[in-house]
């Protein structure tokens, strides 16, 4: 079966730090990834995916992705973090062939961001 | 409307009754996602509706739980016989359509938080 592994459960970083939060895929295909984030009191929201091509990808407020296919991994990173980050994160897979209906979601990491 | 909207926010239910929770997704939107989210426990996916086609029920934990999706808009799912495990957070989602291939970028509503005492 299809599983996502999000080893950091809750990450605490003082702003300027940088960030980088883990996600593993078990599935051999082609697949599909994203990054969802929820902030405090927010809607579940995409901050980036890969689809094909570059496997870096750049998503919204300076996050960006690298997927690396030899290590089923696709992990979110950030240079600088800003007390604004405080959210929980989620990485999301999906295969890529059509006809797939599911994506499988992480457990998730809590990221807390001091001031 | 502008969102996927779920109704309703909080419900909080004896163990034994029955619960219906409501999504209404994007307009134009064919696919409709339900999953559960659990403290510590990610999202679990519960069905999938897309279009016309028969529902993709993998997910539902057991026979109490049932969804529909009628006129292929609007979303229910229907906890009968509530245990206080059921208790969870039931997110909603809907994607432009469905399938992979990159075509699954889900918009989530606000979910429904569902307390079993």
């Known amino acids: 079966a299809q599983s996502v592994s999000q080893h950091n459960h809750h990450v605490i970083l003082s702003e300027a730090a940088s960030l980088e939060l883990g996600c593993n895929y078990s599935y051999g295909g082609t697949v599909n990834l994203f990054w969802y984030v929820q902030y405090p009191g927010q809607h579940l929201q995409l901050l980036l995916k890969?689809?094909?091509?570059?496997?870096l990808v750049k998503g919204i407020k300076g996050f960006e992705a690298e997927f690396i296919k030899s290590k089923f991994s696709f992990n979110l990173r950030k240079p600088s973090v800003q007390w604004s980050d405080t959210a929980e994160y989620f990485c999301a897979v999906t295969p890529g062939w059509t006809g797939a209906n599911n994506l499988f979601f992480g457990t998730g990491t809590r990221l807390t961001v001091i001031p | 409307g502008a969102g996927v909207s779920q109704s309703p926010s909080n419900k909080v239910t004896e163990k034994g009754k029955d619960v219906e929770l409501r999504c209404d997704p994007i307009s134009g939107h064919t696919a409709l996602y339900w999953y559960r989210q659990s403290l510590g426990q990610g999202l679990e996916f519960l069905i999938y509706f897309q279009g016309n086609s028969a529902p993709d029920k993998s997910g539902l934990p057991s026979d109490r739980f049932s969804a529909e999706r009628t006129g292929g808009s609007v979303s229910t799912l229907t906890i009968q016989r509530t245990q206080q495990e059921d208790s969870a957070v039931y997110l909603c989602?809907?994607?432009?359509?469905?399938?992979?291939?990159?075509?699954?970028?889900?918009?989530f509503g606000a979910g429904s938080r569902l307390t079993v005492l």
């Open positions: 890969y689809f094909s091509g570059d496997p």
């Open positions: 989602a809907s994607s432009l359509k469905g399938g992979g291939g990159g075509a699954n970028v889900l918009t």
